[in-house]
């Protein structure tokens, strides 16, 4: 069974930094594009980040292009977004997904983030 | 035109068909698959629909994609009360270089 367990989340100052992690198992992660997505409370869903499947290619939103950097470790099935320069608007849940648009597109539950004094 | 646009809301009664509709660009819909996410309230969105009109398996086949042009949408057959969520479009972006959603469509089964 598939399984994005996604955790780090909190609150946070703004200009603070947070690391989220996301956890994989039930399939070969290594082999897969990972996305991070985020929601706003109460909003829609915006695309984050995505990064290929051994590393070494990575793409942005231009809302977090400079301050978000996207990463994995295939040996502990794990992604990573870093969060660096937060402003209250960062906050969201933030969701992994496997494949995103692809035939094997998948979820995680999410972690809340919250930028706030 | 780097934005897929959605109705804000939809509303049928059970059995009945909706459709809810996404509006995009060339840089997006024409040349890119879309893709439609459902999400339940307190819930993480869920794929109905991929590469237009493909259904991942455990999808019912009450859910359908297609798409035209700068256009797709979503229909929904056989309106029941568990399919009130929301629903969300989305395509890659040439020009963004990045994923676009659609703003969502509630839908309420009256």
């Known amino acids: 069974e598939v399984q994005l367990v996604e955790s780090g989340g909190g609150l946070v100052q703004p200009g603070g930094s947070l690391r989220l992690s996301c956890a994989a198992s039930g399939f070969t992660f290594s082999s897969d594009w990972m996305h991070w997505v985020r929601q706003a409370p109460g909003k829609g869903l915006a695309w984050v980040s995505r990064i290929n499947s051994d590393g070494s290619r990575t793409t942005y939103a231009d809302s977090v292009k400079g301050r978000f950097t996207i990463s994995r470790d295939n040996a502990k099935n794990t992604l990573y977004l870093q969060m660096n320069s937060l402003r209250a608007e960062d906050t969201s849940v933030y969701y992994c997904?496997?494949?995103?648009?692809?035939?094997?597109?998948?979820w995680g539950q999410g972690t809340l983030v919250t930028v706030s004094s | 035109q780097s934005v897929l646009t959605q109705p804000p809301s939809a509303s049928g009664t059970p059995g009945q068909r909706v459709t809810i509709s996404c509006s995009g660009a060339?840089?997006?819909?024409?040349?890119?698959?879309v893709s439609w996410y459902q999400q339940l309230p307190g819930t993480a969105p869920r794929v109905l629909i991929h590469?237009?009109?493909q259904r991942p398996s455990g999808v019912p086949d009450r859910f359908s994609g297609s798409k035209s042009g700068t256009s797709a949408s979503l229909a929904i057959s056989g309106l029941q009360s568990e399919d009130e969520a929301d629903y969300y479009c989305?395509?890659?972006?040439?020009?963004?270089?990045?994923?676009?959603f659609g703003g969502g469509t509630k839908l309420t089964v009256l």
């Open positions: 997904a496997r494949s995103l648009l692809g035939r094997s597109d998948y």
């Open positions: 590469s237009n009109s």
């Open positions: 989305a395509a890659w972006d040439d020009s963004l270089t990045g994923v676009l």
């Open positions: 060339s840089s997006n819909i024409e040349r890119n698959a």
